[in-house]
């Protein structure tokens, strides 16, 4: 059905890390040379100027944009283990529930900490919700943009899977803004996941795959979107998202469950197989289409659906007439089609970004301990992963 649900960006105030961080620096730090403190002291100004870009002001739906929100991402994520925020000079991290908008009488919820590891929260939020704009921004029509959207779908429902499992660590006890809570988390990463085997069977399709392998890719799917709709009708999940996503998840989970069964049909025709089930399976998929119709009958793909699945149960019937006088079984009494899941959470390793480079890379204590530093940082960070 090809039209793919993103998940909106966080919103933040700019802030300045220069006195805070300087701060830092004398606390944790004695007898730097005086070139590693100008060195630090430059990249206290490239942080500043880093997550303006990143955080405080609009990103692309490119990869350029994504690419530059990790690298931000990666940089805090070793933050706490080079400059940890001094209580006594605190840096304010303040950022908006990414569906609340607010309105004219109250300003949208947010939660304010002034810690690295709630920074790292948002802005890892913020790579996964970016990932699946870009994938939803994708052409369905060239291979190429089908490959981008399935990776990208597929690192967006792993970060949102890693954020539910440490959301409550990250954030200390505090209480997080409803976006942020692990139940939205966990059904966002299944609505990604549902969303990347959607652009798998896309391609396969497309690609002309055999009916016994597409029903089990379109079984797969509708099971996907069923977890996902399932994840959408708790609260406060169902409070959060717009109505018209559950609807569209519902909708697509009647439609590739039709699927599964039309190309069940069509590898049983093309071996001349159980005429009975034939019939059965496509008057399934036709009830299926139905109940679908509310959500997808606007969907050009829908409609090409409902005429092959017409079509074809029409075929049937007047065969069965005249030829096989099959009786069709009930629909219940059938087995149910296997499934294969090509897709899965991509685990979130660090570092994100494509070469990143710590902007305090020489802040060490001791030169020969930055090796063993920089290792423990991002095996930490990975553990989880």
Not at 223 to 243: G, L, R, S, T, W
Not at 248 to 268: D, I, N, R
Not at 287 to 295: D, F, I, P, V
Request: charged share 25%; aromatic share 8%.
């Amino acid at each position: 059905m090809e039209k793919f649900i993103s998940i909106p960006l966080k919103t933040t105030f700019d802030v300045d890390f220069s006195k805070s961080l300087k701060k830092s620096l004398d606390n944790s730090y004695s007898g730097l040379p005086k070139h590693v403190i100008n060195q630090t002291v430059n990249g206290i100004a490239e942080l500043n100027l880093l997550r303006k870009k990143a955080c405080a002001s609009a990103l692309q739906k490119d990869l350029a944009s994504l690419e530059l929100l990790m690298r931000y991402t990666d940089q805090v994520g070793v933050m706490e283990n080079k400059l940890p925020i001094p209580v006594q000079c605190p840096v304010a991290f303040k950022w908006n529930d990414a569906f609340d908008k607010g309105n004219r009488f109250r300003f949208p919820a947010s939660l304010t900490v002034t810690d690295w590891s709630f920074e790292k929260a948002a802005v890892s939020f913020n790579c996964g919700a970016l990932m699946s704009a870009i994938a939803a921004n994708q052409s369905m029509s060239d291979d190429e943009q089908l490959k981008t959207a399935a990776r990208l779908f597929q690192q967006s429902a792993g970060v949102f899977a890693q954020l539910k499992d440490q959301v409550t660590i990250m954030l200390q006890g505090q209480k997080p803004t409803t976006d942020m809570v692990p139940d939205c988390l966990g059904a966002f990463s299944a609505l990604m996941l549902a969303q990347a085997q959607e652009t798998i069977y896309t391609k396969a399709a497309k690609d002309g795959m055999k009916p016994t392998s597409l029903s089990k890719v379109a079984q797969q799917l509708a099971e996907f979107y069923q977890i996902a709709e399932e994840q959408m009708n708790k609260e406060p999940v169902n409070n959060v998202c717009d109505k018209s996503w559950l609807n569209a998840v519902t909708g697509k989970k009647q439609l590739y469950s039709a699927l599964a069964q039309f190309h069940q049909t069509q590898a049983l025709a093309d071996a001349k197989d159980d005429f009975g089930e034939q019939l059965s399976r496509l008057g399934e998929a036709q009830k299926l289409l139905n109940k679908a119709k509310s959500a997808a009958s606007n969907s050009a793909f829908y409609k090409e659906t409902v005429e092959k699945v017409t079509k074809a149960l029409e075929k049937a019937k007047r065969e069965n007439d005249y030829i096989y006088h099959a009786h069709p079984p009930e629909f219940s009494t059938l087995p149910e089609l296997p499934k294969t899941a090509l897709v899965k959470p991509t685990p979130v390793q660090f570092p994100m970004s494509t070469g990143f480079t710590d902007l305090f890379e020489t802040l060490v204590q001791e030169p020969n301990q930055k090796k063993t530093l920089i290792e423990k940082v991002w095996k930490f960070l990975n553990m989880d992963s």
